[in-house]
């Protein structure tokens, strides 16, 4: 499989717009392509053209979960598919148009979907595991076996009227099973990366090869990074497995820099423009 990113927070590139969100695109052995998120707005859409990838060629696309950083650009990427006489199915998980917001009750702001993009034929809901064929599987996960990003606290849901702590249902990740290999790609991880790769992993019967996500150790809206000591706990979890490590977006830089300590060559940060062969 190989990995484009078209948007991240950062980018070493002048041709190329950066911003605090995530979109990949993803080329499968078998030839199929996948938009995997669409960052907060258009802006993904001009890096594509700037790195030569035609998005509206993707044989499927997926919405991580249901934050603007990562399907903003949704209603962008449906007018470009329309423009082009496309009709590009788009997975989304159930609850992933639901009010979401970050803060507290008292002090928040919305970092939801935009609703009226649910009513959309070619957006399709999907449950907690979804076979695309091929070896291709979205899936969700309910282990707490390991802990989750305590950056979670801030991140709210509207429930029976009232905000309530978000429990990620609208949350999925995509495993790719291809050549002997088994690649694990998720967005934020804000079930924990670990959670999701034990999930993988018993899907697939066998452990990952690699896995490409972000691993929610930074706060943005709160100006936080996760605690020192659980990201170096988190490497040494990390490294005990025999998978490689992408990484980007709110996994960030402090934190990243600690778990490069711990898994040297294993970890890479990708930025907007980044491709990995995996």
């Known amino acids: ?9 950062s980018t070493p590139s002048s041709r190329l717009r950066a911003r605090h969100g995530l979109s990949l695109w993803l080329e499968l052995a078998d030839g199929r392509r996948a938009l995997f998120d669409m960052g907060p707005d258009d802006g993904f859409l001009a890096n594509a053209r700037a790195l030569g990838v035609d998005v509206t060629e993707a044989d499927f696309a997926v919405v991580s979960h249901g934050h603007y950083d990562h399907g903003g650009g ?19 998980r159930e609850h992933a ?7 507290t009750p008292g002090r928040h702001h919305a970092i939801g979907l935009d609703p009226a993009l649910a009513a959309d034929p070619r957006v399709r809901t999907v449950g ?16 707490r076996s390991h802990p989750v990003a305590r950056s979670n606290a801030r991140l709210m849901e509207r429930r029976a009227g009232a905000l309530e702590p978000d429990r990620f249902l609208h949350e999925q990740s995509l495993l790719v099973e291809e050549e002997g290999r088994r690649t694990l790609v998720s ?39 996760e605690d020192e000591a659980l990201t170096r706990a988190l490497a040494a979890e990390l490294a005990a497995r025999g998978a490689s490590y992408s990484t980007f977006h709110c996994t960030g830089t402090d934190a990243f820099a600690i ?5 040297g060559g294993r970890v890479r940060y990708l930025h907007v423009g980044s491709r990995a062969e995996l």
């Not at 499989?1 to 927070?9: A, C, I, P, Q």
């Open 128 to 143: 907690e595991r979804h076979a695309l064929g091929g070896g291709i599987t979205l899936f969700t996960t309910r282990l």
């Open 74 to 92: 949704l209603g962008a990427f449906l007018g470009a598919c329309s423009a082009a006489g496309r009709k590009v199915p788009v997975f989304v």
């Open 1 to 9: 499989m190989r990995v484009t990113v078209l948007m991240e927070n």
């Open 259 to 263: 778990l490069r300590d711990g898994l």
């Open 187 to 225: 967005g934020c991880s804000h079930g924990g990366i670990l959670n999701l790769m034990d999930e993988a992993e018993a899907i697939a019967g066998a452990p990952l090869d690699a896995v490409v996500a972000g691993f929610h150790l930074m706060d943005p809206s709160g100006g936080t990074v």
């Open 97 to 103: 148009f639901e009010e979401h917001a970050s803060g």
